[in-house]
């Protein structure tokens, strides 16, 4: 048991800390004795059919890693995106996950996930791949992201909003031509100059 515990240790490792059912079995265990090995504090469960292994090296990887592994075609968008360009102070109380509309998914009762299915020319819009922990996180652009949340402004708190716009400007890495242009594609660009224009004579107020 011990040289086949090794032998599924190695496995995980291989996988960067994950395996499905079949690839357990594959190593040598049968089915039912899974529940032993989450029970025995070897391995957790992620969803159904996905399991992680509880290595110091895994056990304290964030959520968006587990979710990346659960739902590999999801995008994080609206407040998890914003979260994750520190576009704003809320903290979301679930993870935001675009999907493309063509594909349904099944989530798990743990983390939290909130799915929003995109049309399948704004899901591929502002795409940006990051780096953490070894795993590429698929997240929107800044820029895409404030068209996103004012796409869904009716999902979301205008103070959120606002505050995420307001932060955007104070940022040196902004990219204002393509934020326009994204605008233009997800069809909000009345609505953005709105804010924008807002901003700026708030600036000005606060400078007399």
Same mark, same amino acid.
């Given at each position: 048991?011990?040289?086949?515990?090794?032998?599924?240790?190695? @496995?995980? $490792?291989?996988? %960067?800390?994950?395996?499905?059912?079949?690839? #357990?079995? !594959? &190593?040598?265990?049968?089915?039912?004795? =899974?529940?032993?090995?989450?029970?025995?504090?070897?391995?957790?469960?992620?969803?159904?059919?996905?399991?992680?292994?509880?290595?110091?090296?895994?056990?304290?990887?964030?959520?968006?890693?587990?979710?990346?592994?659960?739902?590999?075609?999801?995008?994080?968008?609206?407040?998890?995106?914003?979260?994750?360009?520190?576009?704003?102070?809320?903290?979301?109380?679930?993870?935001?996950?675009?999907?493309?509309?063509?594909?349904?998914?099944?989530?798990?009762?743990?983390?939290?996930? @909130?799915? $929003?299915?995109? %049309?399948?020319?704004?899901?591929?819009?502002? #795409?940006? !791949? &990051?780096?953490?922990?070894?795993?590429? =996180?698929?997240?929107?652009?800044?820029?895409?992201?404030?068209?996103?949340?004012?796409?869904?402004?009716?999902?979301?708190?205008?103070?959120?909003?606002?505050?995420?716009?307001?932060?955007?400007?104070?940022?040196?890495?902004?990219?204002?031509?393509?934020?326009?242009?994204?605008?233009?594609?997800?069809?909000?660009?009345?609505?953005?100059?709105?804010?924008m224009e807002v901003l700026i004579w708030q600036k000005i107020y606060q400078h007399q």
């Amino acid at each position: 048991m011990i040289i086949k515990l090794d032998n599924l240790k190695k @496995k995980f $490792y291989e996988n %960067d800390g994950y395996l499905t059912t079949a690839e #357990i079995i !594959e &190593v040598g265990y049968k089915k039912w004795w =899974i529940q032993n090995l989450i029970d025995e504090g070897v391995i957790e469960r992620v969803k159904r059919g996905l399991y992680k292994l509880c290595d110091d090296k895994y056990f304290q990887l964030d959520e968006e890693i587990d979710i990346i592994k659960m739902i590999p075609m999801g995008v994080f968008c609206l407040s998890s995106a914003l979260s994750f360009h520190e576009l704003t102070t809320y903290t979301p109380y679930e993870h935001e996950i675009a999907i493309d509309r063509r594909y349904k998914v099944t989530v798990p009762e743990y983390p939290p996930i @909130k799915v $929003y299915y995109y %049309d399948t020319k704004y899901y591929k819009l502002g #795409i940006q !791949e &990051v780096l953490e922990d070894g795993y590429v =996180i698929r997240v929107y652009n800044m820029e895409k992201t404030l068209c996103d949340c004012l796409r869904y402004r009716n999902k979301l708190s205008n103070d959120i909003i606002v505050e995420a716009f307001k932060e955007y400007m104070k940022r040196k890495d902004k990219n204002l031509t393509l934020l326009m242009e994204y605008a233009k594609e997800c069809r909000v660009s009345k609505i953005i100059k709105i804010y924008m224009e807002v901003l700026i004579w708030q600036k000005i107020y606060q400078h007399q």
